[in-house]
């Protein structure tokens, strides 16, 4: 009797675990979104930067230089696209004949600027290059509706995922089921966050007539890649 019993409860673990183990049967695939589009700003920072034998000298010039620089900016975008950073003042040392000399006292201050209207930009860095600034790093393009692109791309990736899980499932001769698990990676293609570096301009150019710098823009790829888990059965 007990023997019976041993073995009935035996055979109902068994068939317990294998239907557990259809139940739980899953398919885990990924699948990738990819938008490409034309860049419609431009995000740069402009660098000011003042050595002075007098502390007060080089921030006054960093100051004056300052508002210029935005009273320029302002012509070309809404105060809400200019920041502009604290001035930061220190000692400036430098090494001569292979000593570290004292060179006076540095002043230095950066702006950030958008701008939002790609034509302008040759026009743009010639003002620019006629004020006292150090430079323009940072050059990098933008779009406006960055968020908005990533969102639509997410939702490519989840269909491409689903495509594939529907072809694996054909293949393999067994049936999609509900969506048991889904996420984005948060992987974007290197370069989209942050766009395109152009690179620095030097006010040493200003030797070649102080002309503003033209730019082609390069096509901005934004790209999003989801996982998707799937229920499948016989």
Do not use: W
Request: proline content about 2%; aromatic content about 8%; overall charge neutral.
């Amino acid at each position: 009797m007990n023997r019976i019993l041993l073995f009935t409860l035996s055979a109902f673990f068994l068939l317990s675990c294998h239907e557990a183990r259809k139940k739980s049967a899953t398919i885990k695939v990924s699948g990738e979104g990819k938008i490409r589009v034309k860049p419609d700003l431009i995000n740069l920072t402009i660098n000011i930067h003042f050595v002075q034998p007098r502390m007060a000298d080089a921030v006054r010039l960093s100051q004056q230089t300052a508002d210029s620089v935005v009273a320029i900016l302002k012509q070309f975008a809404q105060p809400d696209d200019i920041k502009t950073s604290y001035i930061s003042a220190d000692k400036e040392f430098g090494y001569v004949r292979q000593r570290n000399v004292f060179l006076g006292y540095k002043a230095e201050q950066s702006v950030d600027f958008v701008l939002r209207d790609l034509n302008r930009f040759t026009d743009l860095t010639a003002r620019l290059l006629t004020t006292r600034i150090e430079g323009i790093s940072e050059v990098q393009f933008g779009h406006s509706k960055a968020d908005s692109i990533l969102r639509e791309a997410d939702l490519m990736a989840y269909d491409d995922a689903h495509k594939s899980a529907n072809k694996l499932c054909e293949r393999a001769g067994v049936k999609l089921g509900s969506l048991v698990y889904l996420t984005n990676t948060g992987e974007v293609e290197s370069g989209v966050e942050e766009y395109s570096n152009r690179g620095d301009i030097h006010t040493l150019n200003k030797a070649y007539g102080g002309e503003g710098f033209k730019i082609s823009p390069e096509i901005l790829v934004f790209t999003r890649k989801v996982i998707s888990e799937y229920n499948i059965s016989d």
